[in-house]
C-alpha cells in the first residue's frame, strides 16, 4: 500500500525527540509522501527546511485564522517568498475558525481573501481550514477562482451537501482521524459520497489521531487507519485506494514521481 498523508505538521516540537522514528515507521505503514503544512511564518520556514532535508516531504506556507492577527503586508511579504520555494506545492493552511476565535473574525476574513489572492497571483493551490465557519468560508471561495488552481477542504468536518458545494467549486476532499470515530456517521457518509478522483487522506499529525489511538500523539504513520477506514465504507481495498488518493494528491500538487521507497 503506498499513500500520500495530505496534512502533516512535523516540524512540531512533539517530535523534537524522535522525528526520524516517526520518519520511519511512516515508512513502514507505505507512506511515500507527506505534505508538511505551516501555520505562520516560522512554521512555514520550518517546513520548508524540513522539506529539504527529506525527499518524501513537500511544504506548503501559509497563516492559520488562529494567527491572522499577525498578518501584514510585511507577513505576507516573507510568505511570498517562502512560496517561491522549490519544495513548496501549496499555500495554507489558510481559512476561518470561528470555534476558538483566536483572531477577530473581521481579522480572519482579511487574512483569508488576502492570501487567497497571494495563491490565484502565484497560481498554487490553497489548504483550506474551515472550523464552525462553514457559509463564510464558502462566501469567500466563491469571490476567488479556486478552481482554477485547486485546492483542498482539510481535515473535512461538514456534511454531504457542504462537500458538494466545495466539489463544485474544484476543491478535493480530505478526510482525517475523525473518519474512524464511532459516532462520525456524518463523515462516513461524506466518504461514501465523494467522487475517487477528488479525495484525499490526512492526519493532521500531531493532532486527531484515528480511533484506537485517541489522547495519543499522532503521527503520519497512522493514516492507514483512515485509509483502511474509508475504504470499507466505499466497498474498496485499502490498497486500491491508496493509490487512487496518492495520484489525485499528486496531481493537484503538481509533484510528478513518487516512487515506492525513497531513502534520506
Same mark, same amino acid.
Given at each position: 500500500?503506498?499513500?500520500?498523508?495530505?496534512?502533516v505538521?512535523?516540524?512540531?516540537?512533539?517530535?523534537?525527540?524522535?522525528?526520524?522514528?516517526?520518519?520511519?515507521?511512516?515508512?513502514?505503514?507505505g507512506?511515500?509522501?507527506?505534505? =508538511?503544512?505551516?501555520?505562520?511564518?516560522?512554521?512555514?520556514?520550518?517546513?520548508?527546511?524540513?522539506?529539504?532535508? +527529506?525527499?518524501?516531504?513537500?511544504?506548503?506556507?501559509?497563516?492559520?485564522?488562529? =494567527?491572522?492577527?499577525?498578518?501584514?503586508?510585511?507577513?505576507?511579504a516573507?510568505?511570498?517568498?517562502?512560496?517561491?520555494?522549490?519544495? $513548496?506545492?501549496?499555500?495554507?493552511?489558510?481559512?476561518?475558525?470561528?470555534?476558538?476565535?483566536?483572531?477577530p473574525?473581521?481579522v480572519?476574513? +482579511?487574512?483569508?481573501?488576502?492570501l487567497?489572492?497571494?495563491?490565484?497571483?502565484?497560481?498554487?493551490?490553497?489548504?483550506?481550514?474551515?472550523?464552525?465557519? +462553514?457559509? &463564510? $468560508?464558502?462566501? *469567500?471561495?466563491? &469571490?476567488?477562482? %479556486?478552481?482554477?488552481?485547486?485546492?483542498?477542504?482539510?481535515?473535512?468536518?461538514?456534511?454531504?451537501?457542504?462537500?458538494?458545494?466545495?466539489?463544485?467549486?474544484?476543491?478535493? *476532499?480530505?478526510?482525517?482521524?475523525? %473518519?474512524?470515530?464511532?459516532?462520525?456517521?456524518?463523515?462516513?457518509?461524506?466518504?461514501?459520497? %465523494?467522487?475517487?478522483?477528488?479525495?484525499?487522506?490526512e492526519?493532521?499529525?500531531?493532532?486527531?489521531?484515528?480511533?484506537?489511538?485517541r489522547?495519543?500523539?499522532?503521527?503520519?504513520?497512522?493514516?492507514h487507519? $483512515?485509509? &483502511?477506514? %474509508?475504504?470499507?465504507?466505499?466497498?474498496?481495498?485499502?490498497?486500491?485506494?491508496?493509490?487512487?488518493?496518492?495520484? =489525485?494528491?499528486c496531481?493537484?500538487?503538481? *509533484? &510528478?514521481?513518487?516512487?515506492?521507497?525513497?531513502?534520506?
Amino acid at each position: 500500500m503506498r499513500l500520500f498523508d495530505t496534512h502533516v505538521h512535523l516540524d512540531s516540537h512533539r517530535y523534537a525527540r524522535d522525528r526520524h522514528v516517526v520518519l520511519q515507521r511512516a515508512e513502514s505503514q507505505g507512506v511515500v509522501a507527506m505534505l =508538511n503544512v505551516g501555520f505562520d511564518v516560522d512554521s512555514s520556514r520550518a517546513a520548508v527546511e524540513l522539506a529539504s532535508e +527529506h525527499r518524501r516531504i513537500w511544504a506548503a506556507a501559509g497563516l492559520h485564522p488562529h =494567527n491572522a492577527s499577525e498578518y501584514s503586508d510585511e507577513v505576507e511579504a516573507q510568505l511570498r517568498l517562502l512560496l517561491r520555494s522549490p519544495r $513548496v506545492v501549496a499555500l495554507g493552511e489558510i481559512g476561518l475558525d470561528f470555534y476558538r476565535d483566536l483572531s477577530p473574525r473581521s481579522v480572519q476574513r +482579511h487574512a483569508f481573501d488576502r492570501l487567497l489572492h497571494l495563491a490565484g497571483e502565484l497560481a498554487l493551490p490553497v489548504i483550506i481550514h474551515d472550523r464552525d465557519a +462553514h457559509e &463564510e $468560508v464558502f462566501d *469567500i471561495l466563491c &469571490e476567488h477562482d %479556486v478552481g482554477s488552481t485547486g485546492g483542498i477542504m482539510h481535515c473535512f468536518s461538514g456534511d454531504v451537501a457542504f462537500a458538494r458545494r466545495c466539489l463544485d467549486l474544484g476543491l478535493h *476532499i480530505s478526510l482525517a482521524g475523525p %473518519v474512524t470515530y464511532p459516532r462520525s456517521h456524518v463523515l462516513r457518509e461524506v466518504a461514501r459520497y %465523494v467522487p475517487e478522483q477528488r479525495l484525499l487522506l490526512e492526519t493532521d499529525c500531531p493532532y486527531l489521531p484515528p480511533a484506537p489511538h485517541r489522547g495519543k500523539r499522532n503521527e503520519p504513520s497512522m493514516v492507514h487507519l $483512515v485509509c &483502511e477506514e %474509508v475504504a470499507k465504507v466505499r466497498g474498496i481495498a485499502p490498497s486500491h485506494l491508496g493509490e487512487i488518493t496518492l495520484t =489525485n494528491a499528486c496531481r493537484l500538487l503538481g *509533484i &510528478e514521481h513518487v516512487s515506492p521507497r525513497q531513502s534520506e
